[in-house]
């Protein structure tokens, strides 16, 4: 059986993502378990190949980098099928990806051309015996499976964050190759990225909501909300009906049972008291915390964590506090 | 135009899941089931094209047991025109073996477009879509947000991490659909009793070997109550710390 | 002989013209489908007493009230006199004076004098308000105020005339003044002056007249909304508002009929025969439309133009369905509020239909269900009914509704609430009060006393669990074996049902019934107006047959029974603003076991009263499904109901009602008032001894 493990490193826009560290710390790992080399594949456009060598320090024994101007973008058809071929010819044991944004697309490509399973958005990840065996969240996180696969070479792909990149470096042979085919030729074609936050993040996308409700007494004082959202960078700014019935914010901001119906990472109530059709709405959110004046209010009930206190005083504090956690 | 939707009967989450003593399942007692939320989009999806075509036809077809024709039929009776069943006594975690069921029935089914959900809300894998397309050797866009046919080309957009990127691909062409497309609409009675009369049919999957299954199924650790963590600002450090280290969002 | 022969002959034509129209008026009705309504005959004729005759829902305005009922009992009397006009005209030789006792036709001659002095008075002040004060009810897009104008001043003629023949008569036979027929006694020494001849010329003239303007009023009305004169007394027996049967039940539905395409109505002809003549009944007063918490706040729902919506689509359809010229429809029946969206060519009559053409969505679904048009119609007429058909044809043949209750119609049917949250969790309210759930009882082989339904309010939501743990403390102070369904306990359907969704409504009555069934229950007490009027009202549709007592009814029995040990000390004296909830009032007559509920738990209480109370009393805004919509239009209807129980300067507002109590503190909060919202129970809870 082989030893090797074969680890995907992402690119965007020319350099390596954050996410192609973990990749290869994972692989890492359980080459250290094999005893095999990890071997990584890199795709990007011409100089991508200069990045390539930085994933020697997370132990990345050898590096094959394709350089295309083809794959300045994400080219699905073409990078699925590089992949693929690079997994058949080594011979290896596990194929590592993360299931990115870019990974959740390419990961299933991958294991449908090698004829294989796919085990996905895993939380951990060892060998056992012959098998690989991974856990993954089940039914909305409420049930955590332990997936066994049997497959030959095992194709998995690793929640983001799940591995914390790690430095074990050596010296990566750095090798180049070239594209499987022609990487012009794909059928489905990136046309356009649309880079950067900068449209107002969904409600329904965003992994954390601030949210304001009539504790913050008057319209303008909104702006708190907004503010501690803007501090967290990856926010959207949420409220409650009686917010949007006042008019303080648009109907489309009304989280609730007769508005958007959430679940982020992160919900901050703000003044929000915590009315059935207000909870109907967020009460599934992963962390809740709630700032309220009245520690008597339903919203204290379903919070992770609450304040006691007046929100214009709380959330300026909130927003430094977050801001300089933030910055360091 | 004729659009196949793969689909999928999964419990509603909205409850406290147990363990079933073989310990390698949920405890299916007083579950209640329904469409995979996702699919639920990809069907109103393929419904809104047709529509707006003023031709074609919709099939819906599923890897399940018996019990999953229900779902079928709620598909059947938001306005979809046929179903398949793909039979099985349990739906394997296999989520090749899947697809492979998927790609046998859709193979020469003459489809323009085939679409999913990007993945079925119990087991999460959003794998299925894009296999199948392999097999069937279709371009493929996975967990699109936005998509239009027009001129036998399709555009999809798909959100990245704190971007968003847009495609092209020509048809025949596989899509799994994520949340924001469409909102699935609400059957109506009549909708309902029409399905009754609409052509289902059921066949056993091809499913072939499994290759990857689970070992066991396990309830995360509680949740820790909620708490109080103090009056004013003064409160201010503790929560951020606990963002940091222990709900670990910050 | 020959002003008689033409008499017979214009008598005969009037009333064969009168004839053709009303058997073409019947024939309308038959547009819509059939219906038994002539059950319980002796409520319906008690109702026609008391509603038709006695004028009893008229008199609620007092003003207007006395100015009709003057007129209809005038009419009424005066119909008499009438007959006997007619029937001289024909034979001369007919008269009262030779069938009845002299003393008895002189009251006969007084009545009719008095009578019409009474109407022509009644109408000089009618039309005084019509065209002077003008109030507010009856303003608005296309009110037929020309119609009424037209028709007061027929009826003013009529009386006129009536006189004046009266007169003149006595004029020409030159007879004395006689206490029997004041009124024209005194005319006649007024007018004593004029020649035999005059007199003579003036007495027929007026008698004919009379005689012409009666059977002109008389073929008028079937092309005016008068027609209410003739069809409001049968409108009233054939109505079933005020019983029989219990009022507020919304219709049974069959879902399992072989062949059927549309559920609920989007047309005439989906409705019953008795909502068209329920359009042919509307005088359009407004006071539907007066009374209703949509129109009041300025939402676009009018009952009244519902209705009248009705008879112009009938009006429109009916006589092509018929077979009819399709002009024989006179514009003036068919015209009204909402005229302009009918007419036009045959085939665009017969593409139009009841729903979108004249009746648009947001009309349907701003009815808060609340039923104070039903309990102010004069004529017993069922605006309600009419919305509830059309909402159930728009959520099961269209699938057409507000796009917010969605969630709701998916978490009744995949979480057994309205709301998306854990049946597990549904008996949580109750931990560590030692409530036993109906499961513990039968494991023991035991059986309580009642069943506590807790409803989903009181099991989810937070404030309304206060509700549900004050009611259970005063149940465990009076030692009352009660138990709870805890997560056996699902939505009963209600919501589901209010908006449209028989479909979902009947799956999850069905599942109610069958688990009360399994445990055989028989006594349920409940915190919901909304689960008690369902449960106890409409599953016996289903076959669901239980007492159901609301909890302001029980607490007072209880308290009666001196059965609840409470504190005596008297504290401050409270004044408490009580909001009656329209579920518990109108639809069930609930008014004073909540009011006496309180006076009782605090002695020292005064029960302060807002100006519409009872029967009068403004809906919260929570009804009709109206809890899980938006409110974008107008005022917001719990703002509107909280300023006008704050505005009674009372120290606490008192609901009896898990919705009004979101609603009414939500308004309370939006008014930025401190003042406190109790539900009942938890007034009485609160005077526990500990």
Known sequence: MANNILAFAESRGGDLRKVAYEAVTAARALADATGGEVHAVVAGPSGITAKAGALGTYGADAVTVVEHPAFADYNPEALAAFVAERAKGGGYRVVVLIASAQGKDLAPRVAGKLGVPLASDLTTIRLDGDKVVGTHPVNTGKVIATVTLTANPAVVSLRPGAVTAAEKPRTARIETAAPAGDPAASRVKVTQTIAGNTAKLDLGDAPVIVSGGRGLKAAENFKLVEELAAAFGNAAVGATRAVTDDGWRPHSDQIGQTGRQVSPNLYVAVGISGAIQHLAGMRTSKTIVAINKDPEAPIFKVADYGIVGDVLEVVPALTAAVKAAKGH | ??????????????????????????????????????????????????????????????????????????????????????????????????????????????????????????????????????????????????????????????????????????????????????????????????????????????????????????????????????????AVPELVRLLQTEAKVL | MTQNVLFLLVLVAALGFFSYNAQRLVRYLTTGHDEHRTDHPWTRLRNVVVIGIGQSKILREPFAGILHASVFWGFVILTLGSIEILARG??????????????????????????????????????????????RRLQGDKVHSGDAVFILSMIAALMVTLFLSATFDRVVEARHAAAFQPISSVLALVFGGVSPGTARSIATASTWSHALLLLAFLNYLPYSKHLHVITSLPNTFFSNTSGPGQVGVMRPMDLEAEGVETFGASDVKDLSWK????????????????????????????????????????????????????????????????????????????????????????????????????????????????????????????????????????????????????????????????????????????????????????????????????????????????????????????????????????????????????????????????????????????????????????????????????????????????????????????????????????????????????????????????????????????????????????????????????????????????????????????????
């Open chain 2, 1 to 234: 135009m004729k659009i196949a939707v793969c689909i999928k009967r999964v419990p509603e989450m909205d409850v406290r899941f147990k363990i079933a003593p073989s310990g390698t399942s949920v405890d299916e007692t007083g579950l209640k089931w329904d469409m995979s939320d996702f699919d639920g989009y990809a069907v109103e999806a393929a419904l809104q094209l047709t529509e707006k075509l003023g031709n074609g036809e919709v099939v819906v077809v599923t890897v399940g047991p018996d019990a999953a024709q229900e779902t079928l039929r709620k598909a059947l009776s938001m306005g979809v025109t046929r179903a398949v069943h793909l039979k099985v006594d349990a739906i394997p975690f296999d989520n090749f073996a899947i697809a492979r069921a998927l790609a046998t029935e859709l193979q020469g089914g003459g489809y323009d477009l085939i679409l999913f959900g990007k993945m079925s809300i119990d087991s999460s894998n959003g794998a299925v879509g894009p296999i199948t397309a392999e097999l069937l050797n279709l371009p493929c866009v996975a967990a699109a947000s936005k998509l239009e046919i027009a001129n036998g080309k399709g555009t999809a957009r798909r959100e990245l991490e704190g971007a968003a990127e847009l495609l092209e691909f020509p048809l025949p062409a596989v899509v799994s659909i994520d949340e924001g497309v469409a909102r699935p609409r609400y059957p109506s009675l009549k909708g309902i009793m029409a399905a009754k009369k609409k052509p289902l049919e059921v066949k056993p999957a091809q499913l072939g070997d499994l290759r990857m299954t689970v070992s066991t199924m396990a309830l995360p650790p509680d949740r820790p109550p909620g708490r109080i963590l103090g009056e004013g600002v003064a």
């Open chain 3, 90 to 135: 024909v034979f001369p030789a007919f008269g009262f004076d030779r069938m009845l006792p002299t003393p008895v036709h002189g009251l006969f001659l007084l009545s009719q004098e008095l009578f019409a002095g009474l109407v022509l008075a009644a109408v000089v002040v009618l039309l005084y308000r019509r065209l002077v004060i003008k109030p």
């Open chain 3, 275 to 690: 909502n068209l003549l329920d359009g042919y009944s509307c005088t359009e007063c407004g006071r539907c439309t007066a009374a209703c918490p949509a129109n009041i706040t300025g939402k676009p729902l009018s009952p009244r133009k519902i209705v009248v919506n009705v008879r112009q689509r009938t009006m429109e359809i009916a006589p092509l369905l018929k077979g009819d010229r399709a002009e024989a429809a006179h514009a003036v029946l068919a015209g009204g509020e909402g005229d302009d969206a009918g007419g036009g060519t045959v085939g665009e009559r017969v593409g139009h239909r009841l729903l979108d053409t004249y009746i648009t969505e947001d009309e349907l679904w701003a009815c808060t269900s609340c039923r104070a048009c039903v309990q102010e119609c004069p004529v017993s007429i069922d605006q309600l009914d009419v919305i509830n058909e059309l909402r159930r044809n728009l959520v099961l043949t269209e699938s057409r509704f507000p796009e917010e209750i969605q969630p709701a119609f998916e978490a009744m049917e995949r979480n057994g609430a309205p709301w998306k949250f854990q049946p597990a969790d549904r008996g949580r309210w109750a931990d560590g009060l030692g409530v036993t759930t109906m499961a513990e009882f039968a494991e023991r082989n035991e059986r309580p006393d009642v069943l506590f339904w807790v409803g989903c309010m009181a099991s989810f939501d937070d404030r309304a669990k206060k509700i549900a743990v004050a009611f259970a403390r005063i149940l465990n102070a009076a030692g009352i074996r009660f138990a709870i369904l805890a997560q056996e306990e699902s939505c009963n359907g209600d919501p589901a049902r209010r908006m449209g969704n028989e479909y979902l409504y009947q799956m999850l009555a069905r599942q109610a019934i069958e688990t009360l069934d399994r445990y055989h229950v028989t006594t349920i007490v409940t915190t919901c107006p909304h689960c008690f009027h369902q449960i106890g009202n409409e599953y016996p549709q289903l076959g669901g047959h239980y007492e159901v007592i609301h909890h302001s009814t029980y607490i007072e029995r209880l308290l009666q029974q001196e059965l609840v040990p409470l504190r005596t000390e008297n504290g401050k004296q409270l004044v408490v603003a009580y909001h009656d909830s329209c579920y518990l009032g109108r639809y069930n007559d609930v008014y004073d076991a909540p009011r006496e509920t309180l006076k009782r738990a605090l002695p020292v209480v005064t029960v302060a009263e807002p100006p519409r109370n009872r029967s009068r009393g403004l809906c919260c805004g929570a009804g009709g499904g109206r809890m899980w919509m938006e409110e974008r239009v107008g005022k917001r209807i719990n703002v509107e109901r909280t300023e006008e129980l704050l505005g009674t300067g009372a120290d606490a507002l008192a609901v009896a009602c898990p919705f009004c109590m979101t609603m009414i503190s939500d308004g309370a909060k939006a008014l930025g008032s401190d003042v406190p919202v109790y539900d009942i129970a938890e007034v009485v809870a609160g005077q526990l001894e500990r």
